[in-house]
């Protein structure tokens, strides 16, 4: 819901990190696997239930998501290439595993949480293949938008953006004891959200033919 006023914010400082990145050799796929692999660290802190490692990891892995954009602007800027789906496809794939591993892992640690870790995940599955479909057929529209910054495919919003699920894995970290109350609060307002989609793409595409 407000990740298109926080990448305005950010997205600078970003693209100086990504700049100095770049210069230094790295690349944006190295940058967007080093992340998941944080992401996975902090899973298994998640499971051992050391929430405050857990965070420190999560935020890791968030930092890197917007780092990796931002090293493949500035590539693409000295170089020229235009070459970036797989980089866009790591990055989408990875994210989705990351998200949906964060409550699962939280589970393992704390299995009378289960049902609602289950309820979380549900729910992302709903906000996940909303965006993901509504993206394909943009795609094959030629529908682009920046809303939510520079992306390589396009980016519908929502009550439950990438801001707001950050805000969540804190909030788990910070207070494990809610996590039933976070879970089935937020998994209720990605519901909201998928609906929304729904709603905006029989909108969009139920009478029109693509171009």
């Not at 239930?49 to 000295?78: E, F, H, M, W």
């Amino acid at each position: 819901m407000i990740d298109g006023r926080i990448r305005k914010t950010i997205d600078p400082i970003l693209d100086r990190i990504g700049r100095m990145l770049a210069n230094l050799g790295f690349s944006a796929n190295q940058i967007t696997i080093g992340g998941f692999l944080f992401g996975v660290l902090g899973w298994v802190a998640l499971a051992f239930g050391l929430y405050g490692p857990a965070l420190a990891l999560i935020l890791c892995n968030r930092i890197a998501d917007g780092l990796d954009g931002a090293v493949a602007r500035q590539t693409k800027l000295s170089t020229a290439k235009t070459g970036t789906d797989l980089g866009g496809y790591l990055d989408i794939v990875l994210d989705f595993f990351f998200y949906a591993g964060v409550p699962f892992f939280f589970a393992v640690g704390c299995p009378e949480s289960a049902l609602s870790a289950a309820f979380l995940v549900f729910s992302f599955v709903g906000t996940g293949s909303s965006f993901l479909a509504f993206a394909a057929i943009a795609a094959k529209r030629g529908q682009t938008t920046k809303t939510s910054g520079r992306k390589s495919i396009y980016y519908l919003g929502g009550l439950t953006e990438g801001t707001e699920t950050i805000l969540l894995f804190v909030l788990i970290c910070l207070f494990p004891e809610y996590f039933d109350l976070l879970a089935w609060t937020f998994g209720g307002l990605c519901w909201i959200t998928t609906g929304c989609r729904v709603a905006w793409a029989v909108e969009e595409f139920g009478n029109k033919t693509g171009g």
